[in-house]
C-alpha cells in the first residue's frame, strides 16, 4: 500500500539554527499538505500545495518558515531561526485532485533546545 | 469558539463496551465529516468518512453526523485493547481546508 514518506523521524536542533523536514506524497496525488501539531493538540494546517504552486499559506509564519514544491511532486519545509515554541510535530499529508480524503505521513517530531 | 470542539479525555472504558465519541461545531457549510486514528508518535489515519448528515458503518465503526445540531459521533462496538489512541474529528467545506478538533485520548483496559 502505498504512504506518504517523511524524513527524518526525529529532529533534536539549538534555537536560532536552522532545520528542513522533507515530504514524498503518494504517487498521483497532486495536492500536498504541511501540518504541525503541538502536543494535545489537532494538526494545523500550515501550506497547502496543488502540484507545484501554493494554494493556501496564510497560516505559514513567512518570516521563518518557507516551504517548497518546485517539481510538483516531493516538497520541503524549512524553518530559519528555529525557536522554542517551533517544538512540535510537522505532518506531511497528500490527496488526489478533487479528494477531501487526506493520507498522512508518520510525521517529524521536533525539539528546539 | 473555536469552529470545533473535542473532549481531549482521556476516556477509559473496559475490553468489549460501546465507545462514544463526539464534536460539535459552529460552522453550518462543513460538508465533509471524518474521524482520524492517531497511535503515539504516528501520523493520523483516517477511519471514517462522511457527507452530510446520516449514519455510515464500517465493521466495528459507525459515524453519525446531525448537522441540524452540529454534532457529530463515532462508536467503537466491542471495543479492543489495540484501539487505544487519539481519536480526531475532522470537517471541512467544499473545496476547503479541514479543520481538526483537539483529539480524544482512548484508553481500553484489558
Known amino acids: 500500500e502505498a504512504e506518504v514518506a517523511q524524513s527524518p523521524r526525529y529532529k533534536i536542533t539549538e534555537k536560532s539554527q536552522a532545520v528542513a523536514f522533507w515530504c514524498d506524497p503518494i504517487?498521483?496525488?497532486?495536492?500536498l499538505y504541511w501540518y504541525r501539531q503541538i502536543l494535545g493538540q489537532g494538526p494545523e494546517l500550515l501550506v497547502q500545495?496543488?502540484?507545484?504552486?501554493?494554494?493556501?499559506d496564510s497560516q505559514l509564519p513567512k518570516d521563518r518558515f518557507s516551504a517548497e514544491r518546485l517539481k510538483g511532486v516531493d516538497s520541503t519545509l524549512k524553518i530559519q531561526p528555529a525557536e522554542l515554541g517551533d517544538s512540535a510535530m510537522y505532518l506531511c499529508?497528500?490527496?488526489?485532485?478533487?479528494?477531501?480524503?487526506?493520507?498522512f505521513g508518520p510525521g517529524t517530531r521536533l525539539l528546539v533546545l | 469558539q473555536k469552529e470545533v470542539e473535542q473532549d481531549p479525555g482521556p476516556l477509559s472504558v473496559p475490553e468489549g463496551a460501546i465507545v462514544s465519541l463526539n464534536c460539535t461545531y459552529s460552522?453550518?457549510?462543513?460538508?465533509?465529516f471524518m474521524w482520524y486514528r492517531q497511535y503515539s508518535r504516528k501520523g493520523p489515519e483516517l477511519l471514517m468518512y462522511?457527507?452530510?448528515?446520516g449514519n455510515k458503518e464500517d465493521g466495528r465503526f459507525t459515524a453519525q453526523v446531525d448537522k441540524s445540531s452540529k454534532y457529530i459521533s463515532l462508536f467503537i462496538r466491542d471495543s479492543q485493547p489495540s484501539d487505544s489512541a487519539t481519536y480526531l474529528c475532522?470537517?471541512?467545506?467544499?473545496?476547503?481546508?479541514?479543520?481538526f478538533g483537539k483529539g480524544t485520548r482512548l484508553h481500553i483496559l484489558p
Open positions: 499529508a497528500s490527496t488526489r485532485q478533487y479528494s477531501e480524503t487526506q493520507y
Open positions: 504517487s498521483g496525488h497532486a495536492t
Open positions: 500545495f496543488q502540484d507545484e504552486s501554493v494554494v493556501d
Open positions: 460552522n453550518s457549510a462543513f460538508q465533509y
Open positions: 462522511t457527507y452530510s448528515s
Open positions: 475532522a470537517m471541512s467545506e467544499r473545496d476547503d481546508k479541514i479543520i
